[in-house]
């Protein structure tokens, strides 16, 4: 499936969970193979992690970790940087390559 969010761009929960929807946040990294993105505040996890040794003979400390889990592609929206609303998007190409555009200004995005 062709991907029109890219690392970098800001982004809007539109659904999922309570306390994500409505948010805002930064693609840090996009999962095409799964459909997911990886957005900055967005689906924070808590992982346990246990002290272990690495092949170089240093420890990683205990303690819980802070993350943030991906996201289905599908529950987050662009935000257009012109008009800053959450908004479809469509994809004009020319002679110069691909280009998005804002179904809501009617901007071009990059």
Do not use: W, Y
Request: net charge positive; with cysteine.
């Amino acid at each position: 499936m062709k991907v029109k969010i890219k690392k970098g761009d800001t982004v809007e929960v539109i659904s999922g969970r309570l306390e994500d929807k409505g948010q805002r946040g930064e693609v840090i990294n996009v999962l095409t193979d799964e459909n997911r993105v990886v957005v900055q505040g967005v689906n924070i996890r808590t992982k346990h992690q246990r002290q272990t040794q690495t092949s170089q003979g240093r420890n990683i400390n205990p303690g819980r970790i802070k993350f943030e889990a991906p996201v289905s592609i599908a529950n987050v929206m662009l935000v257009c940087p012109k008009c800053q609303k959450a908004s479809r998007v469509a994809v004009v190409r020319d002679g110069e390559g691909a280009h998005r555009l804002c179904k809501n200004c009617q901007a071009l995005i990059d």
